[in-house]
Antibody, heavy 123, light 107 residues
Framework: QVQLVQSGAEVKKPGASVKVSCKASGYTFTSYYIHWVRQAPGQGLEWMGILNPSGGSTSYAQRFQGRVTMTRDTSTSTVYMELSSLRSEDTAVYYC????????????????WGQGTLVTVSS | DIQMTQSPSSLSASVGDRVTITCRASQSISSFLNWYQQRPGKAPKLLIY???TLQSGVPSRFSGSGSGTDFTLTISSLQPEDFATYYC?????????FGQGTKLEIK
């Protein structure tokens, strides 16, 4: 069965960086794009960016440009999201999600999600 | 960026009720609209995409409709496990923005 398993909770100081992993299993890793979405405490969902596990190409939301880097390791079917220059506002649960693309219609949706990784930024 | 606006932000209802949640896009997104359910402490779960196709395993009491800028999610007869927060999302263009969420609570 398809699974996305994320790394554990992190506590970081302002200005530091954090790297969250998302290990995929149960499907062909390079066939599905992976997105990252975050959710601040008590808030809604915010899209951060996308990674193509096949070639490694990425696209990031404007507000994270310059601070976020998404990479992958095809040998372990793992995707990584690194966020730098952390501030208190980056305290959130970070999710990876698999993009399901309907080849006939072109519609996209996030059909599988990781369990989430809580990143706490505090001095 | 395409803005997604849901209404209402919260809703109180009883088991067995029929409820409707609306989602409006700031520009036309054709049918590139998805609905997710999120229970407390859990990851979102895909309910409906495109915007009326039920994801596998989702009960038929859930339905979606709309195109262009206006969309609806309907739950025909609320069950106890349906009390959660619902999000719409456009997948027409990146950034794939979400609505602010609708919290469905037990009356």
């Amino acid at each position: 069965q398809v699974q996305l398993v994320q790394s554990g909770a992190e506590v970081k100081k302002p200005g530091a960086s954090v790297k969250v992993s998302c290990k995929a299993s149960g499907y062909t890793f390079t066939s599905y794009y992976i997105h990252w979405v975050r959710q601040a405490p008590g808030q809604g969902l915010e899209w951060m960016g996308i990674l193509n596990p096949s070639g490694g190409s990425t696209s990031y939301a404007q507000r994270f440009q310059g601070r976020v880097t998404m990479t992958r390791d095809t040998s372990t079917s793992t995707v990584y999201m690194e966020l730098s220059s952390l501030r208190s506002e980056d305290t959130a649960v970070y999710y990876c999600a698999r993009l399901l693309s309907d080849l006939l219609t072109g519609y996209h949706s996030f059909d599988y999600w990781g369990q989430g990784t809580l990143v706490t930024v505090s001095s | 960026d395409i803005q997604m606006t849901q209404s209402p932000s919260s809703l109180s209802a009883s088991v067995g009720d029929r409820v409707t949640i609306t989602c409006r896009a700031s520009q036309s997104i054709s049918s590139f609209l998805n609905w997710y359910q999120q229970r407390p402490g859990k990851a979102p779960k895909l309910l409906i995409y495109a915007p009326s196709t039920l994801q596998s395993g989702v009960p038929s009491r859930f339905s979606g409709s709309g195109s262009g800028t206006d969309f609806t999610l309907t739950i025909s007869s609320l069950q106890p496990e349906d009390f959660a927060t619902y999000y719409c999302q456009q997948s027409y263009s990146t950034p794939y923005t979400f609505g602010q969420g609708t919290k469905l609570e037990i009356k």
